[in-house]
């Protein structure tokens, strides 16, 4: 069975600091990996994915993904937030191997960017 | 040119009402997808069409029944409201998952208030 873990609800960072907003995964196979971000009253927006080759994936609005097989994480990062970054933040897994076409998402994790 | 388009936007009822959520991209995507987020924002899948066919069907009441009538389209009819089924529904597409570029688009969102 497919899973996906965002171990905190909200992550709290002063604006021009760097951010990292944590996914770990759980896969039987190789994993799909995607981060999501939803402002207030809107739909989910796609940030970026991993799929294969490169750990670090690079995303829209200058955010990047570091994939870790080994500890079986895809933490998402930003070497300086800011404020319009709040938001509420989903890692989302498909299992490659399992044959089921479903995308399995995180509890999403809230960004706070404080000025 | 929106992507994915829901409509209505709100929608307030009764319980015991029958209401219908439409759905279409126009993306040129082969699968899509109703999501149901609750007030804690727990996003969970509902079910997924590809092609006008069926593939994911999770564990929902039999109250609801998606319609596919073409693959641009995706609708949710729900019978027998009730208060439980308040949420915010959302709708999604993309490539088949299998695909590389197999990312979802979301909808603005539907906020369902059965009263």
């Known amino acids: 069975a497919q899973s996906v873990a965002q171990p905190e609800d909200q992550v709290n960072v002063a604006e021009g600091n760097p951010l990292t907003v944590k996914c770990t995964y759980s896969?039987?196979?190789?994993?799909?990996l995607f981060w999501y971000v939803q402002y207030p009253n809107r739909g989910l927006q796609f940030l970026l994915k991993y799929i294969t080759g490169d750990n670090l994936v690079k995303g829209s609005y200058g955010f990047e993904a570091e994939f870790n097989k080994s500890q079986t994480s895809f933490h998402l990062k930003k070497p300086s937030a800011l404020v319009s970054d709040s938001a509420l933040y989903f890692c989302?897994?498909?299992?490659?191997?399992?044959?089921?076409?479903?995308?399995?998402f995180g509890t999403g994790t809230r960004l706070k960017v404080l000025a | 040119d929106t992507a994915v388009s829901q409509t209505p936007k709100y929608l307030v009822t009764q319980m015991g009402n029958d209401k219908s959520i439409k759905c279409e991209q126009n993306l040129g995507h082969d699968t899509m997808y109703w999501y149901k987020q609750d007030s804690k924002k727990f996003l969970k899948i509902m079910f997924s069409?590809?092609?006008?066919?069926?593939?994911i069907n999770e564990t929902v009441p039999n109250r609801f029944s998606p319609k596919s009538p073409d693959k641009a389209h995706l609708n949710l009819h729900i019978n027998s409201l009730e208060l439980g089924d308040s949420a915010v529904y959302f709708c999604a597409s993309s490539f088949l998952p299998g695909r590389r570029n197999n990312e979802q688009f979301f909808g603005p969102g539907t906020r369902l208030t059965v009263l």
């Open positions: 989302a897994v498909r299992d490659r191997g399992s044959g089921t076409y479903k995308y399995i």
């Open positions: 896969v039987s196979g190789n994993p799909y």
């Open positions: 069409y590809n092609n006008k066919e069926l593939i």
